[in-house]
């Protein structure tokens, strides 16, 4: 039997249909967001510009407070509260990536990231933090740029990481020249946030647009860091990034719940090399199951590529889905 669902929202669904409301609503929120920049004056200046370190946690998702708290009267029309926000998925999945240890030097020659060492430090060599630095660089300075920020496109820069300085972009100006296209797609959404006839789908397609503008651009800058990490956690890495694509299409609304509830399901640590979905012990039945079928819809791609229709990939993803074993639950 052919599937009509595209076969992403196949997991998806699966997350959410095992997932209750968060019995708190700050439980949703990334940590340290409280603590994080909630607006420009909270940085540096210099020379009249704002100086912000992007390889320090909460300077940039400071960042993505001070998007989120400029877009909110765009998105008040969908919710109160800005819930609707689309731009919600952005943060909320760089805490993730925080809370998850993903955020450290893989290579461990430096204590960056570590809990015991420089905790709140992120390092260039982290795959995670390099695809993250162009989803929160380009829309944050290409919202600047739109004038929703409400300050001049020529003042604010970032900090440069200690190496491999050319891979990113610092200000507006660095980021069009090095980045057009992806800057562009942000442009495009922010226009048509600002604009009072845009729908919630619209906007979700112009987000969608600009989020894999910017990750095909970074996936292909940072092929070389998934040598640092363990073969399990580097195949989640390419498994990761393949299903984000997919999820455009379809139009996934990264609002604030929904996007909590999706990755409350994802891996809670690092892979390491013994980890085999679906018998990760310390993981819980969902977790081993949303990794495993990660692994086999990367195996799909890899091996039919674009050629198998949509339908067919769909069944085999279900089928290997459910056939899955039995994944112990873990005790606590």
């Known amino acids: 039997m052919a599937f009509d669902l595209s076969w992403p929202y196949l997991i998806v669904g699966c997350i959410f249909a095992s997932l209750a409301r968060a019995s708190n609503i700050s439980d949703v929120y990334p940590p340290l967001w409280k603590e994080s920049p909630g607006q420009f004056s909270d940085y540096k200046i210099e020379n009249g510009k704002y100086i912000i370190n992007f390889w320090h946690y909460p300077e940039r998702l400071g960042t993505y407070k001070i998007l989120l708290n400029k877009t909110a009267k765009y998105f008040a029309k969908f919710s109160p509260e800005n819930e609707q926000n689309i731009l919600w998925g952005l943060p909320v999945h760089h805490g993730w990536q925080y809370q998850t240890g993903r955020l450290a030097d893989p290579t461990e020659s430096t204590d960056c990231g570590r809990k015991s060492g420089d905790h709140l430090c992120i390092s260039v060599d982290s795959w995670w933090a390099d695809l993250n630095y162009y989803l929160s660089a380009m829309p944050f300075l290409a919202a600047v740029d739109s004038g929703i920020m409400g300050i001049p496109s020529d003042k604010v820069t970032f900090l440069p990481p200690p190496k491999d300085q050319m891979n990113f972009c610092y200000n507006v100006s660095s980021c069009h020249s090095s980045f057009p296209e992806a800057m562009k797609k942000w442009n495009e959404f922010y226009q048509h946030v600002k604009s009072h006839s845009s729908s919630f789908d619209d906007l979700l397609e112009y987000l969608w647009a600009a989020h894999v503008s910017s990750l095909e651009i970074a996936r292909k800058n940072f092929h070389n860091r998934l040598k640092y990490y363990s073969k399990q956690e580097a195949d989640f890495e390419r498994s990761w990034a393949l299903f984000v694509d997919y999820l455009a299409p379809p139009l996934f609304p990264t609002t604030l719940i929904r996007t909590y509830e999706f990755q409350k399901e994802l891996p809670k640590r690092m892979l390491m090399n013994e980890d085999r979905a679906p018998f990760i012990r310390d993981f819980s039945g969902f977790q081993n199951t949303v ?29 290997s889905l459910v056939s899955a074993p039995h994944a112990p639950v873990a005790m606590g």
Do not use: E, R, W
């Open 291 to 319: 990794l495993f079928a990660l692994s086999v819809l990367h195996k799909v791609h890899k091996y039919t590529g674009n050629g198998m229709p949509l339908d067919q990939i769909a069944d085999y993803f279900y089928n």
